[in-house]
């Protein structure tokens, strides 16, 4: 495969692989029977929201902190998400000795505000936007010498997705194709890199939704754009992936087959079909390959297809409400 010349190398995964194993856990692997049978191949669900802090997140915190130096550990690490990426970062550097510090803005709400110091790291509060969150996080890094690590532009955090990817082919070996949630891109171009590393035959598909999709519309022009933010289901695949973008961009680019937009109804559907027929609670990132197969935008030709289910961080009275049909929050008109 032509992938040396991209930002990161199989060799990479492999590392992270051995480097991660002993602080994250292997997550199962299931055939979906509901599934299986309206597609007619087998399908296989990589149960990745049973990851600790609830995302596979922490695959790429875990690796990029295990691969800083001494001395960079010791200064503390820092970000601005409030989302999986903050919980997985705040997790690890408590796990591995070192401080998180999670900027964010006043607007941010107290319970997510609360998780995140639960999770043992700072909390610093400016601002009323992420911008300026984001602002705060490089006055830490010049003043106080704090290390950024990034939600998904950075070698060592794709490095670190892309361990799904390896286990996703041990778990299924005959896989003809992988499902995976589509967003900033860290968790796709890792993924991709593995699989068509071990067997270059196999499709990957990133899923996104309509609303708001800044990969799906950087990889239509070849470039990175902005596009504005929508409220959605599937609010950890919200936010741009960077104009300056470094790394995914790139490997989306040489390694995505296709791109399926979902729209928040399908969404529902897939969260609604993981509760009722998986008995999985998930987030609805991590239902978009459900939603995919059910909606019949995928066609397997053939071939056992695996889907990651990514997330399970919702919050309880929205998923109850989505499980109930109670479908007025999903008018496509609503944003
Ligand atoms: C971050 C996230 C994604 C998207 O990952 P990217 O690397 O940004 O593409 C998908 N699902 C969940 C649950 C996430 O937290």
Do not use: W
Not at 180 to 198: D, E, H, N, T
């Amino acid at each position: 495969m032509s992938g040396s010349s991209l930002p990161v190398v199989y060799g990479d995964i492999e590392a992270a692989a051995q480097r991660i194993s002993a602080h994250v856990l292997k997550t199962p692997f299931a055939l979906s029977p509901s599934l299986s049978e309206l597609l007619d191949v087998p399908i296989g669900l990589k149960l990745e929201h049973h990851q600790t802090t609830g995302s596979f997140k922490l695959r790429g915190a875990c690796n990029a902190l295990l691969s800083l130096s001494p001395a960079e550990r010791k200064r503390g690490v820092v970000a601005a998400s409030t989302g999986n990426h903050g919980r997985a970062l705040a997790y690890a550097a408590k796990a591995e000795g070192t401080v998180a510090t999670i900027c964010m803005s006043r607007l941010v709400p107290e319970n997510k505000l609360a998780e995140i110091r639960r999770l043992g790291a700072r909390v610093h509060i400016t601002g009323a936007s992420q911008d300026d969150a984001q602002r705060e996080v490089e006055r830490l890094v010049e003043q106080d010498g704090l290390v950024m690590v990034p939600p998904f532009d950075n070698p060592a955090i794709v490095a670190g997705q892309g361990t799904l990817g390896l286990e996703i082919v041990d778990d299924m070996p005959d896989v003809g194709m992988v499902l995976v949630p589509l967003s900033g891109g860290g968790l796709a171009s890792g993924v991709a890199l593995a699989v068509k590393s071990r067997r270059p035959d196999i499709r990957v598909i990133g899923l996104t939704m309509e609303r708001g999709a800044a990969m799906k519309a950087s990889l239509d022009v070849g470039r990175p754009v902005e596009i504005a933010e929508m409220p959605s289901l599937a609010d950890s695949l919200g936010g741009g992936i960077g104009l300056v973008n470094r790394v995914t961009f790139a490997m989306c680019n040489a390694l995505l087959d296709d791109v399926v937009l979902l729209s928040e109804a399908e969404i529902a559907a897939g969260m609604r079909h993981a509760y009722a027929q998986e008995r999985e609670i998930v987030e609805g990132a991590g239902a978009v390959g459900i939603a995919a197969l059910l909606a019949g935008k995928i066609d397997p030709a053939g071939r056992p297809v695996a889907l990651i289910l990514s997330g399970r961080n919702v919050d309880m009275e929205l998923h109850q409400r989505v499980v109930n049909c109670e479908t007025d929050l999903l008018r496509e008109d609503a944003a």
